[in-house]
């Protein structure tokens, strides 16, 4: 009850701080790239259940529906501004939407997308999947997208394990770190 209470809380004011940024990005990609400026995917979350996740639309419309590392040459797939976006994780911040009507939390394990059947098979294999799926998480601040899975259902298991709000806003502040020196990301 206090995680939710306070994924609540935090969405609330970071939606209010970030409204103007919110709409700048949409009204960015909208003029960098055909499309919309949102992509919403399915995404598997707690229970193995699916829901739809957004995120600001860093790849061109009819990329398709896989995991960038299984891409041949991700870059080509990627905006104009896509990029950036990736790099800064500024393509998430839509997804204070699915921490608002608790489908999501700020700390978790990231969300499978609904193909990637070997990491949510791993995952309820070490019953992370009973866990809400997070904006970030342990792995995240780990290793991010260079992880092999194996390596990042580890972690979401020892997140598992350790699980506490004074756990939560040590990972919610090394995220910040390493957003900031942009460590760990591949595309």
Known sequence: MAKRSFDFLLSVVAALVLALPLVAIAILVRLTSTGPALYWSDRVGKGNRIFRMPKFRSMRLGTPA????????????????????????????????????????????????????????????????ELLPGLTGWAQVNGRDELPIPEKVKLDAEYLRRQSLGFDVSILWLTVVKVARRDGVAH
């Not at 204070?96 to 949510?120: H, T």
Request: with cysteine; proline share 8%; glycine share 4%.
């Open 66 to 129: 896989v995991a960038t590392h299984l891409l041949q040459n991700p870059d080509a797939y990627l905006t104009p501004i896509g990029s950036f976006l990736r790099k800064s994780s500024l393509d998430e911040l839509p997804q204070l939407w699915n921490i608002l009507k608790g489908e999501m939390s700020f700390v978790g394990p990231r969300p499978a997308l609904f193909n990637q059947e070997d990491l949510i098979a791993l995952r309820t294999k070490c019953a992370v999947h």
